[in-house]
């Protein structure tokens, strides 16, 4: 086996072929840590190079760039491209009401912010900064059509020629999304947990184009929801001043709108002030030019096989997108592994054995977090309770930051563990139910004292 030398203090650490199977955002990222680590890297992915594409097909969330993800760019020099120089900063949320107004609710403290950053221009950056390495070779229109992972054996089916391609590594990384392939082989291992939730809630794409002289129809540098309850609509800005619109809401109510006048009726209902905005022929258009997508939740384990396979990303653990943490979880995957890997001299079975055990509570705990999300920008917001939690977390979040650490803050401006964001606002949540216990049983108190003076 070689050994790497002079690749970023890795001398004399083994020199490994690396399979990755997805050249997504995940696998692209992936392998530009491999290749920088020395390893020879062969990106499969199942598309054509969406460099050479005019159109990408199939529909797409926004992105959230927020710290975890910014973090595992920035170890392999893509953060000041990807993030300063393309990303939108939203620093709030702002909030739609029915009458037309609005209002924001700050995301943290001040200069605090989540980037809006395009999902193809993302992808595209990744490709070609993976290329740059001379050690990464990409293979596009190839499809996993079966393998064997304890021997890091593959065959591949190339598109649309049916040409086939056996192709080996001594590590398999599955980086394929929510219907990964290669986790379905490793579904075929004893001991392999596997669950997917789909929830009664679909997602359609719409779009509010740039105004006429270029700009953005709505201030830039916000999140925008409209919380409905049951359904919302939430937008992100471009940046070529346009918004991505998305719709949330159950595919019941998704199919009442089967005519024009019924769509148009309902968006003049519940978001009066986005139908100028997107205008009712794109609106109509737009709507009707393709069904709601599914939302599936998935989480299984372990992660890997000995030595050999591993799965990150999506596919391990796909997640609805309502705390905006599916990129960055999977970005920090990336990172994580690459650490582990560190740790362990690149000692692939140990270093594997360790992130399966340790990030699996973590990536669960945020899939979790990820659907409670949902209700809280649908319905949460609206509500005095949660209004008024957020400035109590606010307020003691400024007096002692390193002690009082807010759930969102946690989960989108911090390297907190996920499962450790969850055990920190469950403690929180104990001190705040006895501080409001207490403060209850200081005012009957009060007023018992003082009903007894006021009677004798």
């Known amino acids: 086996m070689e050994t790497i030398t002079g690749a970023n203090g890795c001398d004399g650490f083994p020199k490994i072929k690396v399979a990755i199977v997805g050249g997504g955002l995940v696998g692209t990222l992936s392998a530009c840590y491999f290749a920088k680590r020395g390893h020879e890297v062969h990106l499969y992915e199942l598309r054509p190079d969406i460099r050479e594409l005019e159109h ?5 969330i926004n992105l959230a760039l927020s710290v975890r993800g910014r973090a595992a760019l920035k170890e392999v020099g893509l953060e000041e491209q990807l993030v300063q120089r393309h990303g939108i900063p939203m620093y709030a949320r702002m909030i739609h009401e029915l009458d037309g107004s609005t ?27 993976a290329e740059k390495y001379p050690n990464v070779h990409c293979h596009f229109n190839q499809k996993l059509v079966s393998a064997n992972l304890k021997q ?31 986790r379905k082989q490793m579904m075929k291992q004893p001991l392999c947990d596997f669950s997917q939730t789909y929830i009664p809630h679909g997602y359609l794409e719409l779009c509010i184009p740039a105004l006429s002289d270029g ?29 991505t619109v998305t719709l949330f809401m159950p595919f019941d109510e998704f199919g009442k ?18 139908v100028p905005l997107i205008g009712e022929e794109k609106l109509v258009s737009d709507f009707f030019a393709c069904k709601p997508s599914p939302l599936v939740s998935v989480k ?28 960055n979880a999977g970005f920090e995957d990336c990172r994580l592994l690459d650490a582990v890997l560190l740790k362990h001299k690149f000692d692939v079975g140990p270093a594997l054995k360790e992130f399966s055990t ?6 669960e705990a945020i899939c979790g977090l990820a659907m409670y999300n949902y209700v809280e920008m649908r319905d949460l917001v609206n509500r005095k309770s949660f209004l008024i939690r957020k400035k109590v977390d606010s307020l003691l979040h400024s007096l002692m930051p390193n002690l009082w650490i807010p759930l969102y803050t946690s989960v989108t401006f911090s ?15 104990k001190i705040l139910d006895r501080a409001l216990t207490l403060m209850a049983a200081s005012l009957v108190a009060f007023a018992a004292f003082f009903f007894y003076n006021a009677t004798y």
């Open 56 to 60: 990408v097909p199939g529909r797409s």
């Open 358 to 363: 340790t990030r699996r509570p973590d990536a």
């Open 152 to 182: 890091g054996q593959m065959t591949f089916e190339r598109q649309p020629s049916k040409e086939i391609e056996q192709v080996e590594a001594q590590l398999v990384v599955g980086a394929d999304g929510a219907f990964s392939s290669v």
């Open 415 to 429: 390297h907190m563990p996920y499962a450790q964001c969850i055990k920190n606002k469950e403690w929180q949540d």
């Open 103 to 129: 209002r924001s609710i700050p995301y943290g403290k001040k200069d605090q912010c989540i980037y809006s950053v395009g999902r193809r221009f993302l992808n595209e950056s990744l490709l070609t900064a």
């Open 215 to 243: 700009t953005h129809a709505m201030p830039k540098n916000y999140l925008h929801i409209w919380p409905r309850g049951r359904f919302m609509m939430i937008a992100l800005p471009n940046q070529d001043a346009s918004w």
């Open 300 to 327: 299984c384990g372990p992660y890997n096989i000995g030595d050999t396979a591993l799965i990150i990303g999506d596919a391990a653990h796909a997640m609805v997108p309502f705390y905006g943490q599916g990129m």
């Open 257 to 274: 709108l089967d005519t024009p006048q019924r769509l148009l009726a309902f968006f003049k209902e519940h978001f009066p002030d986005a």
